[in-house]
Protein backbone atom coordinates (compact mmCIF):
# COMPACT_ATOMS: atom_id res chain seq x y z
CA UNK A 1 0.00 0.00 0.00
CA UNK A 2 0.99 3.42 -0.51
CA UNK A 3 -1.22 6.01 0.98
CA UNK A 4 -3.09 6.24 4.02
CA UNK A 5 -6.44 4.82 4.65
CA UNK A 6 -8.93 4.83 7.41
CA UNK A 7 -10.77 2.24 8.86
CA UNK A 8 -13.39 1.90 11.30
CA UNK A 9 -14.70 -0.98 13.36
CA UNK A 10 -18.45 -0.76 16.05
CA UNK A 11 -19.70 -3.22 18.51
CA UNK A 12 -23.49 -3.78 17.98
CA UNK A 13 -25.27 -5.09 20.92
CA UNK A 14 -26.90 -8.05 22.71
CA UNK A 15 -29.68 -9.56 19.76
CA UNK A 16 -33.04 -10.06 20.44
CA UNK A 17 -35.32 -7.47 18.68
CA UNK A 18 -34.97 -9.17 15.80
CA UNK A 19 -32.42 -8.44 12.46
CA UNK A 20 -34.74 -5.57 11.02
CA UNK A 21 -33.30 -3.84 14.11
CA UNK A 22 -29.93 -5.13 14.71
CA UNK A 23 -29.66 -4.04 11.02
CA UNK A 24 -30.76 -0.71 11.72
CA UNK A 25 -28.56 0.03 15.07
CA UNK A 26 -25.48 -1.33 12.64
CA UNK A 27 -26.37 1.21 10.03
CA UNK A 28 -26.10 4.41 12.26
CA UNK A 29 -22.56 2.86 13.56
CA UNK A 30 -21.56 2.95 10.12
CA UNK A 31 -23.03 6.24 8.96
CA UNK A 32 -20.76 7.28 11.60
CA UNK A 33 -17.82 5.71 10.43
CA UNK A 34 -18.31 7.09 7.49
CA UNK A 35 -18.28 10.48 8.63
CA UNK A 36 -15.61 10.42 9.71
CA UNK A 37 -13.97 9.97 6.25
CA UNK A 38 -13.44 5.94 6.57
CA UNK A 39 -13.19 3.65 3.50
CA UNK A 40 -14.10 0.25 5.70
CA UNK A 41 -16.42 -0.09 8.13
CA UNK A 42 -15.91 -3.51 10.23
CA UNK A 43 -18.90 -5.28 12.32
CA UNK A 44 -18.87 -7.76 14.25
CA UNK A 45 -19.72 -11.57 13.40
CA UNK A 46 -23.62 -12.69 13.26
CA UNK A 47 -23.60 -8.86 13.69
CA UNK A 48 -27.43 -9.25 13.10
CA UNK A 49 -28.15 -12.59 15.01
CA UNK A 50 -28.51 -14.18 18.12
CA UNK A 51 -25.63 -16.15 19.17
CA UNK A 52 -27.34 -19.06 19.67
CA UNK A 53 -24.22 -22.09 19.88
CA UNK A 54 -25.41 -23.86 22.55
CA UNK A 55 -28.89 -24.59 21.32
CA UNK A 56 -30.72 -27.27 19.39
CA UNK A 57 -29.57 -26.12 15.94
CA UNK A 58 -33.31 -27.18 14.19
CA UNK A 59 -34.69 -24.34 16.21
CA UNK A 60 -32.36 -21.63 14.25
CA UNK A 61 -31.52 -22.90 11.38
CA UNK A 62 -33.70 -20.43 9.53
CA UNK A 63 -31.63 -17.32 10.88
CA UNK A 64 -29.25 -18.53 7.58
CA UNK A 65 -29.45 -16.10 4.50
CA UNK A 66 -28.46 -16.44 0.74
CA UNK A 67 -26.24 -14.16 -0.56
CA UNK A 68 -28.55 -12.14 -2.18
CA UNK A 69 -31.16 -12.20 1.36
CA UNK A 70 -32.01 -9.34 3.19
CA UNK A 71 -29.01 -8.68 5.15
CA UNK A 72 -26.37 -9.13 2.02
CA UNK A 73 -28.68 -6.81 0.48
CA UNK A 74 -28.95 -4.37 2.95
CA UNK A 75 -25.41 -4.11 3.30
CA UNK A 76 -25.03 -3.56 -0.79
CA UNK A 77 -27.58 -0.89 -0.30
CA UNK A 78 -25.87 0.69 2.32
CA UNK A 79 -22.34 0.69 1.02
CA UNK A 80 -23.44 2.49 -2.32
CA UNK A 81 -25.59 5.32 -0.06
CA UNK A 82 -22.51 5.99 1.76
CA UNK A 83 -19.72 5.01 -0.18
CA UNK A 84 -17.73 2.99 2.09
CA UNK A 85 -17.22 -0.67 2.13
CA UNK A 86 -18.65 -2.54 4.88
CA UNK A 87 -17.40 -6.13 6.25
CA UNK A 88 -19.76 -7.75 7.84
CA UNK A 89 -20.59 -11.15 9.88
CA UNK A 90 -23.40 -13.22 8.99
CA UNK A 91 -24.87 -17.08 8.84
CA UNK A 92 -24.45 -17.70 5.12
CA UNK A 93 -26.57 -20.45 3.59
CA UNK A 94 -25.01 -23.50 2.72
CA UNK A 95 -24.87 -25.56 -0.56
CA UNK A 96 -27.52 -27.62 -2.13
CA UNK A 97 -29.24 -27.80 1.78
CA UNK A 98 -26.17 -28.67 3.62
CA UNK A 99 -24.98 -26.61 6.97
CA UNK A 100 -24.48 -22.86 6.77
CA UNK A 101 -21.29 -21.10 7.19
CA UNK A 102 -20.43 -18.42 9.54
CA UNK A 103 -18.92 -16.21 7.34
CA UNK A 104 -17.96 -12.88 6.89
CA UNK A 105 -18.87 -10.83 3.49
CA UNK A 106 -17.81 -7.72 1.96
CA UNK A 107 -20.09 -5.08 0.77
CA UNK A 108 -18.59 -2.52 -2.09
CA UNK A 109 -20.02 0.90 -2.55
CA UNK A 110 -20.86 -0.31 -6.19
CA UNK A 111 -23.04 -2.91 -4.91
CA UNK A 112 -21.60 -6.07 -4.41
CA UNK A 113 -20.99 -8.34 -1.97
CA UNK A 114 -18.63 -11.46 -1.98
CA UNK A 115 -17.81 -13.69 1.12
CA UNK A 116 -14.21 -13.22 1.68
CA UNK A 117 -14.11 -15.49 4.82
CA UNK A 118 -15.75 -18.70 6.50
CA UNK A 119 -14.73 -19.44 9.90
CA UNK A 120 -12.23 -22.26 9.62
CA UNK A 121 -12.20 -23.49 13.47
CA UNK A 122 -15.67 -24.08 15.30
CA UNK A 123 -15.60 -23.85 18.94
CA UNK A 124 -17.04 -27.47 20.57
CA UNK A 125 -19.97 -27.33 22.92
CA UNK A 126 -19.09 -26.00 26.18
CA UNK A 127 -19.27 -27.81 29.58
CA UNK A 128 -22.69 -28.94 30.43
CA UNK A 129 -23.50 -27.92 26.49
CA UNK A 130 -25.55 -30.60 24.33
CA UNK A 131 -24.32 -28.05 21.23
CA UNK A 132 -21.56 -26.35 19.71
CA UNK A 133 -20.65 -24.57 16.84
CA UNK A 134 -20.49 -27.32 14.56
CA UNK A 135 -23.82 -28.17 15.20
CA UNK A 136 -24.72 -25.50 13.31
CA UNK A 137 -22.41 -24.56 10.84
CA UNK A 138 -20.22 -26.39 8.63
CA UNK A 139 -16.33 -25.68 8.94
CA UNK A 140 -14.76 -23.22 5.97
CA UNK A 141 -11.56 -24.42 3.96
CA UNK A 142 -8.58 -24.48 5.84
CA UNK A 143 -7.39 -21.38 4.35
CA UNK A 144 -6.57 -17.64 5.05
CA UNK A 145 -6.39 -15.51 1.70
CA UNK A 146 -6.67 -11.55 1.67
CA UNK A 147 -8.32 -8.55 0.03
CA UNK A 148 -7.73 -5.79 -1.58
CA UNK A 149 -9.95 -2.75 -0.20
CA UNK A 150 -8.99 0.68 -1.50
CA UNK A 151 -4.70 0.52 -1.03
CA UNK A 152 -5.21 -1.82 1.99
CA UNK A 153 -4.73 -5.71 1.46
CA UNK A 154 -7.03 -7.06 3.70
CA UNK A 155 -7.28 -10.47 5.72
CA UNK A 156 -10.24 -11.50 8.04
CA UNK A 157 -10.28 -13.98 10.89
CA UNK A 158 -13.66 -14.97 12.70
CA UNK A 159 -13.78 -14.77 16.21
CA UNK A 160 -12.17 -18.30 17.29
CA UNK A 161 -9.64 -18.46 14.31
CA UNK A 162 -7.56 -15.76 15.96
CA UNK A 163 -6.49 -18.50 18.87
CA UNK A 164 -4.38 -20.35 16.45
CA UNK A 165 -1.24 -18.33 15.29
CA UNK A 166 -1.00 -19.87 12.19
CA UNK A 167 -4.30 -18.39 10.71
CA UNK A 168 -1.99 -14.58 11.85
CA UNK A 169 1.22 -16.51 9.75
CA UNK A 170 -0.72 -17.20 7.04
CA UNK A 171 -2.68 -13.87 6.42
CA UNK A 172 1.25 -12.35 6.58
CA UNK A 173 2.24 -14.65 4.60
CA UNK A 174 -0.34 -13.68 1.74
CA UNK A 175 0.78 -9.82 2.05
CA UNK A 176 -1.99 -8.55 4.60
CA UNK A 177 -1.49 -4.99 5.80
CA UNK A 178 -4.76 -5.16 7.69
CA UNK A 179 -5.75 -8.32 10.19
CA UNK A 180 -10.04 -7.96 10.93
CA UNK A 181 -11.42 -10.02 13.59
CA UNK A 182 -15.11 -10.15 13.77
CA UNK A 183 -16.16 -11.38 17.55
CA UNK A 184 -19.25 -12.57 19.18
CA UNK A 185 -19.93 -14.87 22.11
CA UNK A 186 -18.77 -16.26 25.21
CA UNK A 187 -15.32 -16.82 26.82
CA UNK A 188 -16.17 -17.43 29.92
CA UNK A 189 -12.13 -19.41 30.83
CA UNK A 190 -10.14 -16.21 29.30
CA UNK A 191 -7.84 -14.13 32.20
CA UNK A 192 -9.07 -10.28 32.17
CA UNK A 193 -7.12 -8.99 29.40
CA UNK A 194 -6.40 -11.71 27.32
CA UNK A 195 -8.07 -10.76 24.03
CA UNK A 196 -6.37 -7.87 23.77
CA UNK A 197 -3.28 -9.64 24.43
CA UNK A 198 -3.82 -11.78 21.45
CA UNK A 199 -4.06 -9.16 19.00
CA UNK A 200 -1.25 -7.30 20.22
CA UNK A 201 0.93 -10.10 20.25
CA UNK A 202 0.11 -11.41 16.59
CA UNK A 203 -0.04 -7.84 15.28
CA UNK A 204 3.42 -7.16 16.79
CA UNK A 205 4.99 -10.82 15.65
CA UNK A 206 3.37 -10.65 11.89
CA UNK A 207 3.41 -6.59 11.42
CA UNK A 208 0.15 -6.17 10.74
CA UNK A 209 -2.50 -3.73 11.86
CA UNK A 210 -5.52 -5.62 13.97
CA UNK A 211 -9.15 -4.41 14.16
CA UNK A 212 -11.48 -6.15 15.81
CA UNK A 213 -15.08 -5.85 16.20
CA UNK A 214 -17.05 -7.25 18.89
CA UNK A 215 -20.48 -7.80 19.82
CA UNK A 216 -21.40 -7.09 23.78
CA UNK A 217 -23.82 -6.98 26.10
CA UNK A 218 -25.91 -10.05 27.48
CA UNK A 219 -28.83 -11.69 25.59
CA UNK A 220 -31.44 -13.68 26.78
CA UNK A 221 -33.67 -14.59 23.60
CA UNK A 222 -32.22 -18.27 24.25
CA UNK A 223 -34.42 -18.49 27.97
CA UNK A 224 -30.83 -18.49 29.10
CA UNK A 225 -27.73 -15.78 29.68
CA UNK A 226 -24.98 -15.35 26.43
CA UNK A 227 -22.35 -12.68 27.57
CA UNK A 228 -20.73 -11.46 24.79
CA UNK A 229 -16.83 -11.12 25.86
CA UNK A 230 -14.43 -9.33 22.64
CA UNK A 231 -13.68 -5.52 22.34
CA UNK A 232 -14.03 -3.22 19.84
CA UNK A 233 -10.16 -2.26 19.03
CA UNK A 234 -7.53 -1.23 16.66
CA UNK A 235 -3.82 -2.39 17.43
CA UNK A 236 -0.94 -1.17 15.54
CA UNK A 237 1.26 -3.05 13.70
CA UNK A 238 4.23 -2.79 16.82
CA UNK A 239 1.26 -4.07 19.40
CA UNK A 240 0.62 -0.66 20.21
CA UNK A 241 -2.97 -0.32 21.47
CA UNK A 242 -4.52 2.35 18.91
CA UNK A 243 -8.14 2.69 20.09
CA UNK A 244 -11.07 0.55 22.25
CA UNK A 245 -14.40 1.83 22.21
CA UNK A 246 -18.10 1.10 21.13
CA UNK A 247 -17.25 2.82 17.94
CA UNK A 248 -13.36 3.25 16.91
CA UNK A 249 -11.44 4.31 13.77
CA UNK A 250 -7.69 3.47 12.63
CA UNK A 251 -5.32 5.24 9.80
CA UNK A 252 -3.67 2.68 8.21
CA UNK A 253 -0.24 3.85 7.74
CA UNK A 254 2.38 2.18 5.08
CA UNK A 255 4.65 4.26 6.62
CA UNK A 256 4.05 2.44 10.06
CA UNK A 257 3.70 -0.74 8.40
CA UNK A 258 7.29 -0.53 7.11
CA UNK A 259 9.06 0.65 10.09
CA UNK A 260 7.30 -2.38 12.11
CA UNK A 261 8.74 -4.44 9.50
CA UNK A 262 11.99 -3.37 9.42
CA UNK A 263 12.06 -3.26 13.44
CA UNK A 264 10.68 -6.58 14.36
CA UNK A 265 11.39 -8.73 11.54
CA UNK A 266 10.06 -11.89 13.26
CA UNK A 267 8.53 -13.09 10.00
CA UNK A 268 11.34 -12.93 7.86
CA UNK A 269 13.49 -14.58 10.24
CA UNK A 270 10.78 -17.94 10.62
CA UNK A 271 12.14 -21.35 10.00
CA UNK A 272 9.36 -23.46 10.52
Not at 103 to 110: D, I, K, S, V
Not at 115 to 134: N, R, T, Y
Not at 196 to 222: C, D, K, M, P, Q
Request: charged fraction near 15%; charge should be negative.
Amino acid sequence: MTTIFRVGAASTGPAGNGTACARQAAEAAVEALAGTGAGLAILPELFALPYVAAEDPVGWEHLAEPLDGPTASWAADLSSRLDISILFGMALAGVDGGKPFNAALLARPGGTVEPVAHKIHLPPAGPGEAFGEADHFAAGPPCVGTVEVGPVRLAVLICYDRRFPECWRAAASAGADVVAVLVAGPAPSDPDGIFLAELRTHARANAVYAVAAARYGIETITGSSVRHDGETAAVTPDGGIAATGPTITIDIDPARLQAARNSNPTARHLRI
